[in-house]
């Protein structure tokens, strides 16, 4: 596998939460878990930056409880990085945050 993490500048862009948090799951359909075995979740967020098309995409975060946000709420992340991946001939792009820093309603 090939990746390569750049970290996000979170003062050029702006994100909205798109819904609550959800489980990743693994392989087998179970919860995922980090290295660490704390679970990971998803939450939905609108990615908007100057000059190009809102999308949505999903960060992904380990926490033991179910992250708290407010739908259709500016969210800040902290450690937000975008993952570039490749395995096996097919190729991706992720996100991953360390924690929430604010949901506000």
Known sequence: MIMNTLPIDQN???????????????????????????????????????????????????????PKVNPGVPIKFIGLQVIIWELNGKHGISYKAEAIESSRP
């Open 12 to 66: 050029r862009i702006t994100l909205i939460t798109a819904g609550e948090s959800y489980t990743a799951k693994d392989q087998a359909g179970n919860q995922a878990l980090n290295k660490e075995g704390k679970p990971l979740w998803f939450i939905p967020t609108l990615l908007t930056a100057p000059n190009s098309r809102p999308e949505m995409v999903r960060v992904k975060i380990a926490s033991s409880q179910p």
